[in-house]
């Protein structure tokens, strides 16, 4: 089971001893579960000289120094370690936010010291308040373009290679970069492929592109993009599974509540998806005397009615994707 689905079975805290799970490898930090059912991560850590102020974010509270028992419901000996620790609470009011919050932290706790000082606290929440902030920012990306390219990753032979080139921005050209090849995913819900392109997504000079073409169908039978992640981040390294989550929270921002509940259905999706060389697409000409003058072109293009077109082999996409981070 992955984290979360660990996490859905840990009873909520009742008595002084709090049900918690180990984190990795890390034997002293812990994912618990609130009296009314809210995730919170409970960190080791060395007592402060001068106590630290609680941190309160729109989504996430930080109590610094909370002396706590908690038992394992793993440990066959059934007894509780009682420490100092950090605790770190999600939201109640926004349940659909705690599978990130849950999966994003645990990607940042993993590597951390069995008990941190007060400056590796520090320094560890000065970037986690980053991430934070990220669950109450507008949303970057559409839940139905994020979700298509989770599809693709989940669909490759070799997902850690994919998560390795994801983008790091949902702003970038191109949804994937690689040493040597390019890869744009197109997500639509519409009956025909169409999809709106930026003019360097079909005429990047030198490097190849290639563009999957996806056609979803939404419903309540489908998956999530939390489902999509859930499902991909057991072939991932540990620093790719923490790039997962942390570029799904900049991508749904404040909106990853109602992500959870938008659904697609992976057969139709699997059905549908197609690879196109991009240099094969058709797209608009800027004449060379104008091509100083004229910028940012964007337009919209219907695959089903261009010119017959030759799918590209998925796994020729495959490899060169993943040969090009072997090499």
Not at 174 to 180: A, G, I, R
Request: aromatic share 8%; hydrophobic share 45%.
């Amino acid at each position: 089971m992955n984290i979360w689905e660990r996490f859905g079975t840990l009873a909520p805290a009742e008595d002084a001893a709090w049900p918690a799970l180990r984190l990795y490898s890390a034997e002293s930090h812990y994912l618990a579960k609130g009296t009314a059912g809210e995730p919170v991560f409970l960190l080791k850590v060395q007592r402060r000289r001068v106590p630290r102020v609680p941190l309160s974010l729109r989504h996430v509270q930080v109590e610094f120094e909370v002396d706590c028992a908690v038992r394992d419901p793993d440990d066959a000996d059934g007894g509780t370690v009682s420490a100092t620790f950090c605790r770190v609470v999600c939201d109640l009011a926004a349940p659909g936010l705690h599978p990130l919050f849950v999966n994003a932290l645990a990607g940042a706790v993993e590597g951390l010291p069995p008990a941190l000082s007060p400056a590796e606290t520090d320094r560890f929440f000065d970037d986690a308040v980053e991430l934070f902030r990220l669950f109450a920012a507008p949303a970057r990306n559409s839940v139905l373009g994020l979700w298509g390219e989770l599809f693709v990753i989940a669909a490759s032979p070799f997902p850690d290679a994919l998560v390795t080139g994801w983008h790091v921005s949902p702003e970038q050209t191109f949804d994937f970069v690689f040493p040597t090849v390019r890869l744009e995913v197109k997500t639509t819900a519409r009956g025909s492929r169409q999809h709106e392109f930026a003019l360097a997504q079909l005429r990047a000079p030198q490097l190849p592109v290639y563009v999957a073409s996806l056609m979803v169908e939404q419903g309540d039978a489908g998956d999530s993009v939390f489902d999509l992640a859930n499902a991909i981040q057991d072939g991932l390294s540990s620093p790719n599974r923490a790039k997962l989550w942390r570029l799904l929270a900049q991508s749904l921002g404040g909106e990853a509540d109602g992500a959870a509940q938008v659904r697609f259905i992976q057969t139709s999706a699997r059905n549908s998806l197609r690879f196109y060389d991009a240099a094969e697409l058709p797209a608009p000409e800027i004449p060379a005397v104008a091509g100083g003058c004229i910028s940012a072109v964007r337009f919209s293009l219907d695959i089903d009615r261009a010119l017959p077109l030759q799918d590209v082999p998925p796994a020729t996409v495959w490899l060169a994707t993943a040969s090009s981070i072997v090499r």
